[in-house]
């Protein structure tokens, strides 16, 4: 009913950018949030940023400056510029969003993941 397609991920340099982006599509009502989560080996997944329908948004202390979530509500789509990229910032990006759908009913659906991967 419901499908988040994340693209952008690749290999970059440190110091490089890369840009993200998850469209979300199928019988979607409305959506509440639209955000982005990481998962490196061995670690939990954290969320990186999160943007809200009223375009509040939150990052996670480690990105703050570097990177940016925005959004395009006509096309149901979040992005992730994502700047001045440190190996550390390796990891596969999930794309997340908070929803109602046609039936009114509340779905938290998550994209398969993008790699990115920041070489030293």
């Known amino acids: ?17 890369l840009r993200l982006s998850c469209a979300a599509s ?16 061995g670690k939990q997944r954290e969320l990186v940023a999160l943007i809200t329908s009223g375009s509040s948004t939150t990052y996670a202390e480690s990105v ?5 979530i925005s ?6 789509t979040v992005y992730l510029q994502m700047n001045s990229l440190k190996p550390e910032d390796t ?13 009114r009913t509340l779905l938290v659906q998550w994209g398969k993941g993008a ?3 920041v070489s030293s």
């Open 1 to 17: 009913q419901v499908q988040l397609v994340e693209s952008g991920g690749g290999l970059v340099q440190a110091g490089g950018s």
């Open 26 to 41: 199928g019988n979607i009502f409305s959506i509440n949030a639209m955000g982005w989560y990481r998962q490196a080996p």
């Open 64 to 68: 703050k400056g570097r990177f940016t």
């Open 71 to 76: 959004r395009d509500s006509a096309k149901n």
């Open 91 to 103: 990891a596969v990006y999930y794309c997340n969003a908070d929803l109602l759908t046609s039936t």
């Open 115 to 117: 790699q990115v991967t």
